[in-house]
């Protein structure tokens, strides 16, 4: 029978590993409906920004805490929100308030 290996990780490591992701999510949730996006139209964004495919998949995943988005792509994520390079809002560290990204119907009226 095939064993699995030990984790790397302390069950503390573990819960804390799952509160930062759950904490992340919930930031990138809420700038997202602030900016009026929906979760494919962010996953679109990012694609694009990206240069490769981004899933409305790993959206919904990010949010509801089940997967850390890559490092680039929290950097990308930043940017369109309107914080710059700055990740630390993701983290819970700063204020998420500010959302700089327009909603595709917004961007339709405006031209």
Do not use: C, K
Request: aromatic content about 4%; hydrophobic content about 40%.
């Amino acid at each position: 029978m095939h064993q699995l290996a030990p984790s790397p990780y302390t069950l503390e490591e573990a819960e804390a590993e799952q509160r930062q992701r759950m904490t992340i999510g919930r930031n990138i949730h809420g700038a997202r409906v602030e900016a009026e996006l929906t979760q494919e139209q962010l996953a679109e964004q990012l694609s694009d920004r990206l240069g490769r495919t981004v899933a409305q998949a790993h959206v919904s995943r990010w949010e509801r805490g089940r997967l850390r988005p890559r490092p680039r792509t929290l950097e990308v994520l930043s940017e369109l929100f309107g914080h710059g390079d700055d990740t630390a809002w993701l983290y819970g560290t700063a204020s998420a308030a500010a959302a700089s990204v327009v909603s595709p119907d917004a961007q339709a009226s405006a031209a």
